[in-house]
């Protein structure tokens, strides 16, 4: 996701306490809509999906990334709570905007899927506006993306943040395997995806590493699209305000060569990146 500042007077203390729950009533005030809990919009987003993107941020993820550039979005209540009315009205003031522009509106986070039903709720209404839509997620919490949800999403994009389930339970602190199973029933569905991938120099571009990540992928039949997204430090400052240790502070941010020696091992496997 964007950069963003996180919400004022917001307990941010401890990054793992976010939410791998399904969140179906979050707090007690009334509300219009289903209620939810969200980090920020962006209106004219460029890269999270097709065209020009509407982009609603939520908060909440059972992911720890050790280069997350947005670690006041872990926690479920660093947001603000809201209804999907309120997010709605924002989309409806854009809707003509991005429908012109060929874009739509992109779901993302934190991690989307910790707010199903919040999710569904914007993206039925985000389909009877006649808008393509996208979520962004890591997948680790597929199996909260029930049918319904899948169907009312016109694209996925999935991060796959490290291959080799050592160096994914080490990036993430999470296990690898609902991600790999996700991405396989998005293939089975025939639903678009688009791959992500983060490239951070000594954590997720060891070549056995990279291999396994062009492994998972390159029998999944609905990829549209395989993006290396270069390792950047401008996070680093939120997790140094939160009080966090940030262990990649030392970590250079990747030069041209490494990034290629990267997109090379994909290329081996038959897989074409941007």
């Not at 917001?10 to 791998?20: K, V």
């Not at 009533?25 to 919009?41: D, Q």
């Not at 699209?225 to 502070?249: A, C, T």
Request: aromatic letters at 6%; one cysteine or more.
């Amino acid at each position: 996701m964007r950069e963003e500042s996180p919400a004022d007077g917001a307990d941010l203390t401890h990054p793992r306490e976010s939410g791998g729950e399904v969140v179906s009533n979050p707090g007690t005030e009334a509300v219009s809509g289903t209620p939810g809990w969200i980090h920020s919009y962006e209106s004219a987003g460029m890269i999270d999906g097709p065209g020009i993107r509407f982009i609603v941020f939520l908060t909440g993820c059972p992911l720890s990334c050790a280069y997350c550039h947005n670690p006041d979005c872990m926690k479920l209540k660093t947001g603000r709570r809201v209804g999907s009315d309120e997010v709605m009205a924002e989309i409806r003031s854009a809707a003509n905007f991005i429908k012109r522009a060929g874009g739509g509106v992109t779901i993302s986070g934190g991690e989307p899927l910790v707010q199903p039903e919040f999710v569904r709720t914007i993206l039925r209404e985000c389909k009877d506006l006649g808008l393509h839509t996208a979520l962004d997620t890591s997948g680790y919490l597929g199996k909260h993306a029930d049918d319904e949800i899948l169907s009312l999403t016109d694209l996925i994009l999935l991060d796959i943040k490290s291959g080799l389930p050592e160096v994914y339970k080490d990036v993430t602190g999470v296990e690898l395997q609902p991600t790999i199973d996700f991405a396989r029933r998005l293939s089975d569905m025939g639903k678009p995806v688009w791959i992500r991938f983060v490239m951070v120099p000594g954590l997720t571009d060891g070549p056995d590493n990279v291999a396994a990540v062009a492994e998972i992928i390159k029998d999944i039949k609905t990829i549209q699209r395989v993006e290396i997204l270069p390792f950047h430090k401008m996070g680093e400052y939120k997790w140094e305000r939160l009080g966090l240790n940030y262990r990649l502070k030392d970590t250079a941010e990747p030069t041209p060569e490494q990034i290629q020696a990267v997109r090379d091992i994909f290329s081996a496997h038959g897989i074409a990146t941007l």
